[in-house]
């Protein structure tokens, strides 16, 4: 983790107890958990350092401090040459040693030397893999990214058996250094989509960045949109899937989420389960999460609308129904709409905060019982009930949890627009989103691909899905250094239908 | 002016989306009455003339290609200051643009009329106008890429309507087309013309024909675009002669849109409102690649900046828009529109064909 | 000036958003068409769908107030025009109306399927209006009648321009649509002698059962008319008419799958249809209206100057139908 120069000047060769003391108090501040450890030899003596929550302490006495006890002779050579940890380093500044300390590391050094000596021992505190939360599968691979970098590494490198796999290595964060991965496979990834990733990652100098949903944010192209422009995503498979399509993948450390860059508009509607169910499941899915989509957006709107300016579209028998049911609401459509809409996101809000067990009881409490006695009280109309409930549930079909949010937030202002204008106010406002997603951009390639830049070759891998045999194109619009996946075998088409 | 533009390459569009374009800036504000102003003239031979207006068409975008071609290239404001100097040339690229400016103007006061007509009579124009032109701003602000995109997805999100004529068409009396080759030359000719001037928008291709990355294609695909308009006009005209009475048509100002109103699906039972707030999809294109020639041909002749010009006049239209109310006026606004575009879209380029032709003569000769 | 009463049938809408929205069969004389802002609501009429005329004012001319309403972009095109033969207070007065929430909605969905069954001829605003204007055809309306406080279609209007001239009951109205052009369900009674099929009765037809003639019900399934102008001077015209259809009832044993028979009983049924056809083309033609478009067919012919309404006017009462059926009959049941 050696990212700042060291500027401060060496303090070898000194005592022991100076070296210690100058530890404690000018780099820990008195900390009560460095711990030393003094083994005299004939002519001189050693001493060992290491702060006493960052190692795991049976592995340092067994294979460190054993064998330096019994050891003959006090040299570094000799030292190298017993202890069986790989990674010793040599280091001469206070600063440097006690960094290498609070990254797990135990100090050595004997007295009178020009030197002290560090060997890695560090214990980090990390989760097992478990099933994937947020972004659960019903089919395929259940695991999920973890806290720990080595872990995700781990898991990444195992899944993608492969040489061409590149990892580059950076580091971001003044003040907590954090350590980002730039994954990708040398052989598809496009050339200027690494530059660009490269070029944003080095210039990014900030404190901290905290967790990697929060680095997206640092790095993407416009920060004053709603949509999210990466992909975050906690599926290992996803992660993997996606730098087979020839994208870029970024693991950070002490976050369970990789990220995946660049990415389209219609990508967040996809799951990799459309992958392992059958293909034609899959397009079903895909085109109905989009459909969803679509309905979560406009439908609520149009209630407003026929219900504030054009009552003509709404079909008679309806319209009796309707009109009974609305007889009591004192408010106007608007109001009872945005009563609603809110209610639904109060009751999703609660049941995320709250535990898993009472978030479950709150959504029936909030769903059920509000909702019946919303109707029974002359708050709204029975059938905005159904409405928003289908507009809530069609949001959560987007298997990116950002862009469902994203989703639910634009209703909002096309609510507002539709209750002023009707439907002039909603074809505005799609407009206005359908040209916003235009002008976005996801690492300097267009967002709305491949519906602009028309790609009508690409539906196979962004609307819809076929058979794996006869998809054999990665997508034009991400353009992967090579397109072809693999050749297409030959079938041997009958000539007639008996031969 | 003459020396050739070099546009970046990450800001050329393909040419294959000339076909949506030019299309979409066909088809606009101008086809919902289109059936009528030719069925004045040319009652059920009124196709007759639609071809014709077709052929011509065809052959000024022909004749348009072949001067961008003659010249290295350069676009408009160039043909026009290497035919007739720099000073003259610079006088019609303003008139041009104000030309530009006009059609702009008409196609947004045609569009508050549909809105006043059909969904809200007390809506205020300029507000009507405020909206459009927000989405106008927004489109052209952030350049070319996203003006074309917005056309090529509008499109995508539009072009399903015409399908929905499939009603209307059931209601056909095959009677109303007989007898063919009724009516005189002269009114099959003035059919023709007044077809030609609603389907304006081609001139977009002087101006945008430097932005073509590939530019061997466009002729391919300029023609085809001007064909899916014909055929398009073809099967409006051709469904509005069979659904309307003879008389009934002449008073309809808009038949297209009339024709949406007997669409009622099972939870829709008025298609009409929404078609007409849909159409607001159809006509941002023009109005989007409009505000674009305007502004850029500003930028080229008077060295004004883009986004300057793009706000200066987007205010004025607010501004007019606003003025303007009554119905009459609009019509006659729009009819005098169709009279200067056939000057300025069809007699144009065959005025200025004899320079080209020269031009390369002289090339050949030096050479 | 005693106006006759005439009424709209309006679903009335709330005030824009606030309080109730309620659906409200109106009904409101003519006069008062402007003065119905004294309702509680604010009335829209986006969602009119029956307009319905007094038969006084049918008699007068309807289409100066179709005009007004044909001119408001809010009003739907699907618009069912309708006439009532009695007063219309009558028919907006009658209290059985299924159930349907008012009677407004009743009409709609009474001429709705009327029109589905192909026992009407749809006549919505457009389609009204556009016979109006057509040079050489009149426009149809279905025509409302009350029977024991109960409202029904019971024959369709004849319009000449937009005056109602007379009237046809539903019986008739499948020659009339017979005459009209293509459509798809529709049956009719035939009478036959039963001397004629005397040979094809099957055996066990006693004595006892022998009646003079029999009645035929033929269901028709498919027609095809070809309408031709023979000569204009004089206005001559021939029809033939190819129709497919089959035997729903017949209420005396004939063996039907003996071809002699089948023959009699196709062309006697020819004849029948035929007649009757050439009786509601006289009643027509004496009406003065020209609701079978024969007119339409005229001005295609007619090159050197348009046709107009007068003078087909005078050409149309003149005017002389050959008509030919050729009736197959396709299936005849399983039991004959």
């Not at chain 1, 990254?103 to 505190?125: H, N, R």
């Not at chain 2, 720099?86 to 006061?109: D, H, P």
């Not at chain 2, 059931?170 to 030609?196: C, K, N, Q, V, W």
């Not at chain 3, 044909?70 to 095109?77: H, K, L, P, Q």
Request: charge should be neutral; include cysteine; proline fraction near 5%.
């Amino acid at each position: 983790m050696r990212r700042r120069t060291n500027k401060s000047k060496g303090i070898f060769p000194c005592q022991l107890t100076e070296l210690e003391k100058k530890l404690h108090e000018d780099y820990f501040l008195d900390s009560p958990d460095l711990t030393t450890k003094q083994i005299d030899f004939d002519n001189k003596s050693c001493v060992i350092l290491y702060l006493n929550h960052m190692v795991r302490k049976q592995y340092l006495y067994n294979q460190l401090i054993k064998p330096i006890q019994f050891s003959t002779t006090a040299s570094y050579e000799q030292f190298k040459r017993i202890v069986p940890v790989a990674g010793d380093e040599a280091l001469n500044t206070l600063d440097a040693i006690g960094e290498e300390l609070i990254g797990g590391a135990a100090c050595v050094y004997i007295e009178g030397e020009d030197y002290a000596l560090t060997f890695p021992v560090p214990k980090l505190e990390k989760r097992n893999p478990e099933r994937a939360e947020a972004e659960s599968l019903i089919f395929g691979p259940k695991i999920s990214f973890t806290e720990s970098l080595d872990t995700n590494l781990n898991i990444v490198h195992w899944r993608m058996d492969t040489k061409t796999l590149k990892v580059e290595k950076f580091i971001i964060g003044n003040t907590v250094p954090t350590e980002v991965r730039l994954i990708y496979l040398e052989e598809l990834a496009n050339e200027d989509n690494v530059i660009e990733m490269r070029r944003r990652l080095e210039e990014l100098s900030v404190d901290d960045i905290i967790e990697s949903s929060t680095l997206t944010q640092y790095i993407e192209d416009n920060s004053y949109t709603i949509f999210p422009q990466f992909l975050v995503t906690e599926l290992p498979d996803r992660f993997c899937y996606s730098l087979k399509e020839g994208k870029l993948g970024l693991l950070v450390d002490k976050s369970p989420t990789g990220i995946i860059a660049p990415i389209n508009f219609l990508s967040f509607f996809e799951s990799t389960e459309d992958l392992y169910t059958r293909w034609s499941m899959g397009s079903f899915i895909r085109v109905m999460r989009i459909v969803a989509m679509f309905i979560s957006v406009v439908l609520t709107p149009l209630y407003v609308a026929a219900l504030t300016f054009h009552y003509e579209i709404i079909p008679t028998a309806l319209l009796v129904s309707l009109g009974h049911s609305r007889s009591r609401v004192p408010f106007p459509p608007l109001i009872e709409a945005f009563v609603l809409e809110i209610l639904i996101e109060l009751v999703r809000e609660a049941g995320a905060r709250l535990p898993t067990k009472v978030g479950q009881t709150m959504g029936i409490v909030g769903g059920i019982v509000i909702g019946q006695a919303v109707v029974q009280a002359g708050f709204t109309s029975n059938i905005l009930i159904i409405i928003v409930a289908l507009s809530a549930l069609a949001s959560y079909t987007a298997p990116s949890y950002l862009m469902g949010s994203a989703i639910r937030i634009i209703r909002f202002p096309i609510i507002l627009l539709a209750g002023m204008w009707g439907f002039i106010g909603i074809i505005f406002s799609l407009s206005f989103i359908v040209i916003h997603l235009i002008k976005q951009r996801s690492l300097n390639r267009p967002y709305f691909a491949p519906i602009y830049p028309f790609q009508p070759r690409d539906v196979d891998n962004s609307l819809i899905r076929l058979p794996f045999l006869s998809s054999n194109k990665r997508a034009y619009s991400g353009s992967p250094k090579k397109i072809t996946r693999f050749k297409k075998p030959n079938k041997n088409k009958p000539k007639d239908i008996d031969e | 002016m003459k020396t050739p533009l070099q546009i970046p390459i990450d800001k050329k569009i393909k040419a294959v989306y000339l076909l949506l374009i030019i299309h979409t800036m066909q088809v606009g504000v101008g086809i919902a009455g289109l059936p009528r102003f030719i069925f004045a003239e040319a009652k059920q031979d009124s196709w007759i003339s639609l071809l014709l207006a077709g052929i011509i068409i065809h052959i000024v975008v022909a004749i348009i290609i072949f001067v961008l071609r003659t010249y290295p290239n350069t676009d408009l404001l160039g043909v026009l200051s290497y035919c007739f100097g720099n000073i003259f040339g610079k006088i019609l690229g303003m008139i041009f643009t104000f030309y530009f400016f006009l059609v702009f103007l008409s196609i947004l006061l045609n569009y508050v009329e549909f809105v006043q007509v059909f969904i809200f009579p007390r809506m205020p124009s300029w507000f009507i106008s405020l909206l459009l032109i927000s989405l106008v701003f927004y489109a052209v602000y952030s350049g070319l890429r996203v003006a074309v995109g917005t056309c090529i997805v509008f499109y995508f999100a539009t072009f399903w309507i015409a399908l929905l004529l499939i009603e209307p068409i059931t209601m056909i009396e095959f009677d109303h087309y007989f007898p063919i080759f009724h009516a005189s030359p002269t009114e099959i000719l003035e059919g023709a013309r007044i077809t030609t001037y609603s389907l304006l928008g081609f001139e977009l291709l002087w101006l945008i024909y430097p932005f073509i990355q590939d530019q061997r294609k466009i002729g391919r695909y300029a023609q085809g675009a001007v064909a899916i308009t014909i055929l398009y006009g073809l099967y409006v005209v051709i469904v509005s002669i069979g659904y309307f009475s003879a008389d009934q048509l002449e008073e309809k100002i808009w038949p297209l849109l009339t024709m949406f109103k007997i669409l009622s699906l099972p939870m829709f039972e008025r298609f009409d409102i929404l078609a007409v707030a849909l159409w607001m999809m159809v006509i941002l294109p023009n109005l989007i690649m409009f505000a674009w020639m305007i502004s850029y041909s500003c930028k080229r002749v008077c060295g004004f900046k883009q986004k300057h010009s793009l706000v200066a006049f987007l205010l004025v239209a607010l501004i007019i828009s606003s003025i303007v109310q009554k119905r009459e006026n609009v019509n006659a606004f729009t009819t005098f529109i169709g009279e200067i575009g056939f000057g300025f879209g069809i007699l144009f380029p065959l005025l200025i064909l004899p320079f080209a032709i020269f031009h390369r003569w002289k090339g050949k000769k030096q050479s | 000036m005693m106006q006759p009463p005439f009424y709209i049938n309006l679903i009335q809408i709330s005030p824009m958003p606030r309080r109730l929205l309620k659906v409200v069969a109106v009904r409101f004389k003519w006069q008062n068409l402007r003065q119905i802002k004294k309702s509680g609501y604010k009335i829209v009429n986006g969602q009119l769908q029956t307009i319905l005329f007094g038969p006084e004012i049918a008699a007068e001319g309807i289409f100066p107030l179709l005009d007004t309403l044909e001119r408001d972009a809010s009003i739907s095109d699907m618009l069912h025009v309708a006439v009532s033969r009695q007063k219309s207070d009558d028919i907006l007065s009658a209290s059985n109306y299924e159930q349907a929430p008012n009677i407004g909605t009743y009409l709609d969905r009474l001429i709705n399927t009327a029109v589905v069954n192909e026992r009407l001829i749809s006549s919505t605003l457009h389609e009204f209006l556009r016979d109006y204007f057509e040079v050489g055809k009149d426009p149809m309306v279905p025509m409302l009648y009350v029977d024991d406080n109960k409202v029904e279609v019971n024959s369709i209007g004849a319009m000449q321009d937009d005056r109602l001239v007379g009237e046809f009951t539903l019986e008739e109205a499948f020659y009339v649509r017979l005459l009209n052009g293509t459509f798809h369900s529709g049956s009719a009674e035939v009478e036959i002698k039963t001397d004629l099929v005397k040979e094809y009765l099957s055996e066990f037809v006693t004595d006892e059962m022998y009646e003079e003639s029999f009645i035929v019900v033929i269901d028709k399934l498919n027609n095809k008319m070809n309408r031709t102008l023979i000569s204009k001077d004089p206005l001559k015209f021939h029809v033939e008419l190819d129709v497919s259809a089959r035997v729903i009832e017949m209420n005396q044993r004939v063996d039907l799958d003996i071809p002699e028979a089948l023959k009699i009983i196709e062309e006697q049924s020819e004849l029948h249809l035929k007649e009757e056809a050439e009786k509601i083309l006289k009643e027509a033609q004496e009406m003065n209206s020209d609701i079978f478009g024969f007119g339409q067919e005229y001005s295609t012919h007619v090159r050197d100057k348009r046709l107009t309404k007068e003078e087909w006017r005078e050409l149309y009462p003149d005017m002389e139908v050959d008509i030919t059926i050729n009736l197959d009959i396709e299936r005849f049941g399983i039991i004959h």
